[in-house]
């Protein structure tokens, strides 16, 4: 007999016991970027979880109503920082998103959904979509579309549209990169959807460093997308399809799987939640500064200012805030200004920024006065969301505001000092250190 | 009861779609605050941006004979943000700007959705700050701070919270607007400011309030002392204001509590200590060192097991972090308590802790404190799994008990959460008939109709439900001994 509580039916139902957990308290509310504009408490974590609850109570089914305050969540767990009894936040979106999958009304833009979920996890599919924008874009086709507005009654695929700038050649690594230097060990790369085709230089950025670290990075060619994407979408049996071939790409012997896109490394990291036969590669992976702030990386200066906003997969779903900054403020010459609300989420997250606009970019605007406030003319942070989003904010603000991964900086940086290195005018103290 | 059709148009032409929760599941959100054991939806939940819009809402409903129920961020304690006779929930949350910062005449104004923390947020570079700073201040709003007249571990040394409120306006259960106080400290004629704060929304809704700024100290201060005997520590906190030390906080934490905090927010408390103290000092710099060590070696000599000096900025706030946020990490100890707010002499706190041990053991309930013991404020949370009908019984006996235990040693049935509908009924312990039957007059010139907020901070008459006339007997003899 199939398993209920409440209007939760069948496996991956939100846990009864985790709810519970939350005493309402409400410490939540103010980090929450939903609450923050909408001033809802259905559209809040504290009201969330309520609903949660009064579903799993079976106080109320599982309804439209219900679906729009939990399609509206950006699933950031900014909440999860805040909260002080560990509530954790995510998984229980998750496993409430499978169930309205399933058993829910359709989402409300299931059509747009769907097409976005058949193209960006596929690597194939993304790099032909983009292939096509290149044209789009190139052949003016773009201009034309923009000065006559044609998209205005669409504001999702003008979303879309908006989001990408340029997209750049596609290219590869190779399969197997050998260390460098005093061998540290043998790591595998991700080297993810969005970022493989829009941030190919992050990717290939990782792999030099890594391998500068002393790390062997084996670069598996079969690996596909790790499915956060369908996670976050509810679509569990996708999901789980993906994580089992993703964890099966990348042999046993590997140190770490490092990712460079947070919101792939945070959903990698629970895998054992919703396929425990993945449990020793979830726990094997971790974010690329996590795995460089260990290392010895040889940095010349790079006279920058430069501020940083926390992706919130890397700073709420992993707790990883100090390594990229660390690693940056080791930057000769860089100075680090700290953004305000650093970790508010920018209104990317995954492709909320396609399905909610008006939200997003609310949030955005928020993210893109905080940028301004700092004075900074490059902005760090590590995901390729937030990339996409931040830019297309300073962007469209007319603002002269680069965001990079922080490892394009560290790469650049290494390249600066190689180059003084290889100079006559390299002082010997340099020359003397052994790394 | 459903709103009518005619009530529901017009909320909506004046909020339109967005400021309007009608849904089930909307209405469903708001029923109850952080005192989860109270539940009372609304039948409409008004989201105003406008001063003007609160205005009109409250006409509306005054017509219409609906009850109004005010809430800021949800976060009391007591059953005063939940809707037990339905109506409509008038969210104040979205009315959060900083109207004015006026240095120079040490004030601001500000609306009441505001967040504690963020009036201090915006002035604390300057060098000021908000000095009222109850543990929910990340998230509680200054309205629901005036309407409860809330505390915090620094009103110890600056004052509750109506001793920074100089001036409101306020829209009356009449549906007048008016203004009470002002930036002016002597303002003629009857301190109706004074009146107001913490009358829980049963005069009518706050919609702007001038606070008071205080300018920060030299210097600060944070000691944490930690001992193997919640007695001792208890003592040691009477020494320390016998001693005239006047701490800026003195707040005392048990083992059980100590425990969530660690797990919750890692604030490094000790972990084998049956009670932590956390003194806070704060003042001219050689004033402080001076204290700082004579509250030190007060410490010592009550036994305590170590004596710690925040070292930074950073560790005292982590140490801050770990209190504040106390009552939102006993999840991990129990998904449901029932807090008591309760004040005792402060000499008395080494009997009631005793007294307190005891009612747990007797009720077999765990019992977890953290509270002000510099003014005696209480606050234990008594642990019980809400899907276990006997724990909730031996949780309530338990809550009665205590509160009697207080209110014998010469205490008050609540220090800074407020009345709410949870201790409504507990106040013919304080106060007489003829304090009662005036209060309920003089809530009757703000609100002849009892829209406002009704069934919280008074207690219902018996029979009628409405004005108090003494209940005979008023208590029995020896009901509670």
């Known amino acids: ?435 | 009861m459903p709103l009518s059709p005619g009530l529901v148009g017009d909320l909506q032409r004046i909020l339109g779609p967005e400021g309007l929760v009608l849904s089930h599941e909307g209405r469903l959100v708001y029923e109850c605050d952080m005192h989860t054991f109270y539940k009372g939806a609304p039948d409409a939940v008004a989201l105003p941006s406008t001063t003007a819009e609160v205005v009109a809402i409250v006409r509306l409903c005054r017509e219409a004979r609906v009850p109004i129920v005010p809430r800021g961020s949800g976060t009391g304690l007591i059953g005063g943000a939940m809707a037990p006779s339905g109506g409509v929930m008038v969210g104040l949350n979205r009315m959060n700007r900083i109207l004015e910062v006026d240095l120079p005449n040490r004030c601001a104004t500000v609306q009441p959705g505001l967040i504690n923390l963020s009036l201090t947020k915006a002035v604390e570079a300057r060098g000021w700050f908000f000095a009222p700073d109850p543990s929910s201040q990340m998230v509680s709003s200054i309205g629901g701070n005036v309407s409860t007249n809330a505390g915090g571990p620094h009103c110890l040394k600056y004052g509750i919270t109506s001793n920074h409120v100089l001036g409101l306006e306020l829209v009356t259960g009449r549906g007048e607007l008016v203004t009470l106080g002002g930036k002016v400290a002597d303002h003629p004629g009857y301190d109706l400011t004074g009146v107001a704060v913490g009358s829980e929304g049963t005069f009518g809704l706050v919609t702007a309030i001038t606070v008071r700024l205080v300018h920060v100290a030299q210097a600060v201060k944070t000691i944490l002392a930690s001992f193997a005997d919640l007695e001792d520590a208890s003592e040691a906190v009477s020494a320390i204001i016998a001693a005239g030390i006047v701490p800026a906080a003195l707040e005392m934490l048990d083992e059980l509590m100590i425990r969530a905090i660690n797990e919750g927010t890692g604030a490094g408390y000790p972990k084998d200590a049956a009670a932590v103290l956390l003194i806070e000092l704060d003042g001219p710099a050689e004033e402080v060192e001076a204290q700082g060590e004579r509250a030190a070696r007060i410490c010592w000599e009550r036994g305590a097991l170590e004596v710690r000096v925040a070292q930074d900025a950073a560790e005292r706030a982590l140490l801050w972090k770990g209190r504040k946020e106390a009552a939102g990490a006993v999840g991990r100890l129990a998904p449901t308590y029932l807090l008591q707010d309760a004040v005792v002499p402060r000499s008395k706190l080494p009997a009631i802790m005793r007294e307190l041990g005891a009612i747990g053991a007797r009720h077999g309930v765990q019992i977890a404190n953290v509270f002000h013991a510099g003014d005696g404020n209480l606050h234990p949370l008594i642990l019980y799994d809400d899907r276990n009908p006997d724990e909730l019984e031996r949780a309530k006996a338990a809550n009665e008990e205590l509160l009697h235990a207080c209110i014998a040693m010469g205490g008050t049935v609540t220090g800074e959460h407020g009345v709410g509908l949870d201790k409504a009924k507990n106040l013919p312990l304080q106060y007489g008939d003829a304090d009662l039957n005036f209060m309920y007059r003089l809530r009757g010139v703000f609100d002849p109709q009892r829209l406002m907020n009704p069934k919280k901070l008074l207690p219902a008459h018996p029979a009628c439900g409405e004005g108090w006339r003494p209940p005979r007997p008023r208590l029995p003899e020896g009901a509670w001994i």
């Not at chain 1, 599982?62 to 936040?89: I, M, N, Q, W, Y």
């Not at chain 1, 007319?398 to 991964?405: K, R, Y």
Request: hydrophobic share 40%; aromatic share 4%; net charge positive.
């Open chain 1, 1 to 435: 007999m199939e398993q209920t509580l409440g209007a939760f039916r069948g496996p991956d139902a939100p846990d009864l016991d985790e709810l519970r957990t939350c005493v309402h308290c409400g410490i939540c509310l103010p980090q929450c970027p939903t609450y923050r504009v909408l001033g809802e408490e259905m559209d809040s974590p504290r009201g969330r979880i309520y609903l949660m609850r009064a579903a799993a109570e079976g106080r109320i089914g599982l309804t439209p109503t219900f679906a729009h305050h939990l399609d509206l969540c950006l699933g950031c767990r900014a909440c999860e920082t805040a909260c002080p009894s560990g509530v954790k936040f995510g998984s229980l979106l998750e496993a409430t998103r499978i169930q309205l999958r399933r058993h829910g009304p359709p989402p409300r833009h299931r059509r747009l959904e769907d097409v976005i979920l058949s193209v960006f996890p596929e690597p194939a599919r993304l790099g032909v979509a983009l292939a096509a924008f290149r044209l789009y874009r190139r052949s003016g086709l773009r201009r034309l579309v923009r000065a006559t507005r044609v998209l205005r009654p669409f504001p999702r695929l003008a979303a879309l549209e908006a989001l990408l700038d340029d997209v750049p050649a596609a290219e590869s690594l190779p399969p197997l990169i050998p260390a460098r230097g005093t061998a540290r060990g043998r790591v595998g790369l991700l080297t993810g959807c969005v970022q493989r085709h829009l941030y190919p230089g992050v990717n290939r950025d990782t792999a030099r460093l890594l391998a500068l670290a002393g790390y062997e990075v084996v670069v598996p060619r079969a690996q596909g997308c790790c499915g956060a994407l369908e996670l976050h979408a509810g679509r569990a049996e996708a999901f789980r399809s993906r994580a089992r071939a993703l964890a099966a790409a990348f042999p046993d012997d590997l140190d770490f799987v490092v990712a460079n896109a947070a919101g792939c490394g945070s959903a990698m990291k629970e895998y054992g939640r919703w396929l425990p036969a993945t449990a020793g590669f979830a726990a094997r992976v971790r974010d690329v500064a996590e795995v460089l702030v260990e290392a010895d990386l040889p940095l010349g200066p790079l006279p920058l200012t430069v501020t940083y906003h926390d992706a919130c997969h890397l700073a709420h779903g992993q707790r990883v805030r100090q390594a990229p900054r660390a690693l940056l403020r080791r930057i000769p010459g860089l100075t680090l200004v700290e953004l305000g609300d650093s970790d508010l989420c920018c209104g990317s997250a995954g492709v909320y920024n396609l399905l909610e606009p008006a939200l997003a970019r609310e949030l955005l605007a928020l993210k893109v006065a905080r940028i301004v406030e700092t004075g900074a003319r490059v902005v760090a942070t590590g995901n390729p969301g937030c990339l996409l989003q931040i830019a297309q904010g300073c962007r469209q603000r007319g603002l002269d505001v680069t965001l990079v991964h922080p490892v394009e900086l560290l790469a650049r940086a290494v390249a600066v000092r190689a180059a003084g290195r290889r100079g006559a005018s390299a002082p010997p103290s340099e020359a003397s250190e052994t790394d």
